[in-house]
């Protein structure tokens, strides 16, 4: 039987399971709340990632922060969302993955987070990989290999 070690899936990087850059919704640290927020809405994505006008990565930022921090004592109070920066908002202490980070560092990444934002060296933002594609690879293989799978757990009775 192949060692778990070898197999393919273990092998695959960051890289290969990634959403590149280009087609990642995100704000940058001087937007206004309000354009975060929209943003947000207009997706249909509870959390976005955040970058400097460098686009090097600085943390993300969700709905229920925003909200957050815009609720009064009696109300929300939406004149706050024009004059607060999505720099005062935003989660700076957040996982993140390099390119060429394997399978099993992002699948112990996303345990706690719908997704991870993928940084190289120098900081910059390459992309995301989600918690989906990461369950789907993880699905995928299940079931190709069903009868490893079968295998092993006959080799415990
Ligand atoms: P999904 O697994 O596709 O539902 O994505 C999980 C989370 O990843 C979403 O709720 C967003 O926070 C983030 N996400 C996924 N795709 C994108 C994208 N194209 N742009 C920005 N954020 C994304």
């Known amino acids: 039987m192949e060692h778990i070690k070898d197999l393919p899936l273990l092998q695959m990087t960051a890289e290969s399971l990634m959403v590149s850059s280009e087609k990642v919704a995100h704000v940058q640290l001087n937007n206004p709340l309000e354009h975060a927020l929209l943003i947000l809405v207009t ?12 686009y090097k990565f600085k943390g993300i930022i969700g709905k229920n922060a925003i909200l957050n921090e815009i609720l009064g004592l009696e109300r929300f109070e939406m004149e706050r969302l024009s ?9 700076r ?5 390099n390119k060429s980070d394997h399978f099993l ?14 940084v190289d060296q120098e900081g910059n933002f390459d992309g995301i990989v989600t918690r ?3 369950l789907k690879q993880l699905n995928k293989y ?5 009868e490893l799978f079968t295998e092993l757990s006959e080799g415990e009775k």
């Not at 997706?43 to 460098?54: E, F, K, M, N, Q």
């Not at 202490?93 to 993955?97: G, Q, R, T």
């Open 43 to 54: 997706s249909g994505y509870s959390a976005i990632p955040v970058l400097d006008t460098r």
């Open 83 to 91: 004059e607060v920066t999505v720099e005062d908002v935003l989660m």
């Open 93 to 97: 202490d957040i996982p993140s993955v």
């Open 105 to 118: 560092t992002c699948l112990k990444n996303v345990l706690d987070h719908p997704f991870l934002c993928v």
């Open 132 to 134: 989906r594609e990461i």
């Open 142 to 146: 299940i079931h190709v290999n069903k």
